[in-house]
């Protein structure tokens, strides 16, 4: 290396060095990030109220907080960059961490007891639909040219249940902070309508409860559009949606681990210089863990509840119910913090028309299987 370059990498690393930001700058991220959550809350909770008695009140019910918290996130982090301060402020916005917490208590409050209700039709259609719309979305993002990692995000958001999913694949796969907030945006898109077209298609179709709500819950990919959604419809379609969308909850650890796997002995050994075959000891420490305290947090509170009661054990699910929405709360407004459009224009036009397409694929399939194995359930 020349004398130049060598005084060149210095003065870059000497620069990086003193622009590198302090303890300070993360206290205040964090506490800009806290209060843009609280406020998202807030707005979520009052704009209802606030609305209730107006021509937008069914609208205003149906907008859940990760609308507030997205969108609060991302005009704080245009006026951060406006100002310059959004990379010094950046170290407090932990996507991943707040959103792995919120995922392990919310697992506190899926009880495998519940889904088992169902009966066989439930956990059926969540292994079908899974694997239908997973692998349709993984061929069209290959013959489109998607990147391994973000089709793999995208195929395990539409196929399970949005941004949880995406974050788990994220974490299986390491991808891109960019390619996550992108999968995350898109998630919140094509949601967002769904919530207001699906239960009047599921009454012009004269679905029955049971169908409608399977239908609903499969189809929709975030758990709180879901809930939206099927309340609309009525208590019955809730009901079975909220069941249908726990049991496709559950497979996030294991779409994750299979998601390592391949990734670590198929994808990252193509082409010259490929790594060589990952030994146990690695694979444990790109599984995301998090998915682990998921599914051992359902076990607990399942077993709770069998000791204890339902009753019982409703006021202390509630609460770990809620402690999840914050910190969901503040993953999302975290999300809006670190999107960079610079992601957006790196992954085109491709990675849309394939969630897109996957989306119209999960509606026509969803449909089909809740029709088949929900015909007869009555509630």
């Known amino acids: 290396m020349s004398t130049t370059k060598t005084q060149a990498s210095l003065e870059s690393s000497v620069v990086q060095a003193g622009a590198r930001p302090g303890p300070a700058y993360a206290v205040v991220g964090l506490a800009l990030l806290l ?20 021509a937008l009140a069914g609208v205003a019910k149906s907008v859940e907080y990760p609308v507030y918290a997205i ?55 969540a292994v079908l639909l899974i694997s239908l719309v997973f692998g349709f979305t993984w061929w069209l993002g290959g013959k489109l040219g998607v990147d ?8 395990s958001a539409v196929s399970i249940c949005g941004v949880s999913a995406a974050i788990s694949a994220a974490g299986a796969v390491q991808a891109k902070k960019e390619q996550l907030a992108y999968a995350a945006s898109l998630v ?20 029955t409860p049971a169908v409608a709500g399977a239908w609903i819950g499969g189809n929709i990919d975030t758990t709180a559009a879901v809930t ?11 009901q079975v949606a909220a069941i249908v969308k726990s049991s496709q909850n559950v497979l996030i650890g294991v779409v994750a681990f299979l998601l390592t796997l391949y990734f670590a002995f198929k994808v990252e050994r193509k082409g010259p210089g490929a790594a060589a075959a990952p030994k146990v000891g690695e694979l444990w420490t790109r599984f995301p863990k998090f998915v682990l305290g998921f599914v051992l947090a359902s076990l607990v509170a399942t077993l709770y509840i069998a000791n204890v009661g339902s009753d019982a054990a409703a006021p202390d699910i509630a609460v770990l119910k809620s402690l999840s ?22 992954a085109g036009w491709r990675p849309l028309a394939v969630f897109g397409s996957a989306a119209v694929f999960n509606l026509i399939a969803g449909l089909a299987l809740a029709s088949l194995l929900f015909a007869n359930v009555e509630l």
């Open 35 to 54: 209060g843009l959550a609280w406020l998202a809350r807030f707005l979520a909770d009052g704009v209802p109220v606030w609305l209730e008695d107006t």
């Open 71 to 125: 969108a609060l996130g991302l005009l704080g982090n245009l006026a951060l960059s406006l100002a310059g301060v959004r990379d010094r402020l950046a170290a407090a916005f932990r996507t991943e961490l707040f959103i792995k917490l919120g995922l392990v208590l919310l697992g506190a409050t899926i009880n495998f007891a519940s889904i088992a209700k169902a009966g066989g039709p439930g956990i059926l259609q």
């Open 148 to 155: 391994d990692k973000l089709r793999a995000l995208l195929a």
């Open 188 to 207: 919140i898109i094509f949601a967002l309508p769904s919530i207001f077209i699906l239960p009047p298609l599921a009454e012009a179709l004269n679905l």
């Open 228 to 238: 939206a959604s099927a309340a609309i419809a009525g208590d019955e379609v809730l």
């Open 325 to 346: 929405t914050i910190f969901f709360i503040i993953a999302f407004t975290s999300i809006g913090l670190e999107f960079r459009v610079s992601g957006i224009r790196e």
